[in-house]
């Protein structure tokens, strides 16, 4: 006796810019029209409970250096802010790949992954719908959360979204050796003087 063939089911859609990001068994073209073709979401149930806990993402643009961005968990993606009066990522808002290292309870590395990054335009569904979300997780900002998505739009701020997009590096996959790195050159950096003393202090 042979069982009835299961048809995979399709789960919600979601609106970014003017394309349709599904998690489901359906993909779609620049026109948002639904194809023949074959688009899934790329991850692991550890990348997804990663993602849930994260507040701090390191994020590297091609061979720029990993830096450490406040983030939001969101429709299964994170969600970044930067520009104008917010901090600063160098080439994420043009770029169209990125690689996304997330930390554990520990406080180390637990995974890296490979992302899609998708930057939202103001006007559209999805910054409608993400951008008041992330505003309100933005810390010590200035008045409400309409206003800070206004300044955002107005100012040019980017807000991008990092979707999952290939086999991640966990467990065993991640390096062994220390990847500590020196503190890098920054203009706000100041030598510091030594103390001032008011007596000479005798050698003994």
Do not use: Y
């Given at each position: 006796?042979?069982?009835?063939?299961?048809?995979p089911?399709?789960?919600?859609?979601?609106?970014?810019?003017?394309?349709?990001?599904?998690?489901?068994?359906?993909?779609?073209?620049?026109?948002?029209?639904?194809?023949?073709?074959?688009?899934?979401?790329?991850?692991?149930?550890?990348?997804?409970?990663?993602?849930?806990?994260?507040?701090?993402?390191?994020?590297?643009?091609?061979?720029?250096?990993?830096?450490?961005?406040w983030?939001?968990?969101?429709?299964?993606?994170?969600?970044?802010?930067?520009?104008?009066?917010?901090?600063?990522?160098?080439?994420?808002?043009?770029?169209t790949?990125?690689?996304?290292i997330?930390?554990?309870?520990?406080?180390?590395?637990?995974?890296?992954?490979?992302?899609?990054?998708?930057?939202?335009?103001?006007?559209?569904?999805?910054?409608?719908?993400?951008a008041?979300?992330?505003?309100?997780?933005r810390?010590?900002?200035?008045?409400?959360a309409?206003?800070?998505?206004?300044?955002?739009?107005?100012?040019?701020c980017?807000?991008?979204?990092?979707?999952?997009?290939?086999?991640?590096?966990?467990?065993?996959?991640?390096?062994?050796?220390?990847?500590?790195?020196?503190?890098?050159?920054?203009?706000?950096?100041?030598?510091?003087?030594?103390?001032f003393?008011?007596?000479?202090?005798?050698?003994?």
């Amino acid at each position: 006796m042979t069982s009835a063939r299961k048809e995979p089911s399709v789960n919600p859609t979601h609106l970014v810019d003017d394309r349709v990001w599904v998690s489901g068994p359906v993909a779609v073209r620049e026109d948002a029209g639904v194809t023949d073709e074959v688009e899934t979401r790329e991850s692991t149930p550890l990348v997804d409970e990663a993602m849930k806990k994260a507040a701090v993402a390191w994020v590297s643009v091609a061979d720029g250096p990993a830096l450490a961005l406040w983030c939001m968990p969101l429709e299964n993606a994170l969600f970044v802010v930067s520009g104008p009066g917010e901090q600063s990522a160098p080439g994420l808002a043009d770029a169209t790949e990125a690689r996304v290292i997330l930390r554990g309870d520990h406080g180390g590395r637990i995974v890296a992954w490979p992302a899609r990054v998708t930057r939202l335009a103001p006007g559209t569904q999805a910054w409608e719908t993400a951008a008041p979300l992330v505003a309100t997780k933005r810390l010590n900002a200035p008045g409400p959360a309409a206003d800070l998505v206004a300044r955002w739009a107005a100012d040019g701020c980017a807000l991008t979204r990092l979707d999952p997009a290939g086999t991640p590096d966990a467990g065993t996959g991640l390096p062994d050796a220390s990847l500590a790195e020196a503190p890098r050159g920054a203009p706000v950096v100041r030598v510091t003087r030594k103390p001032f003393r008011l007596h000479r202090v005798r050698r003994r």
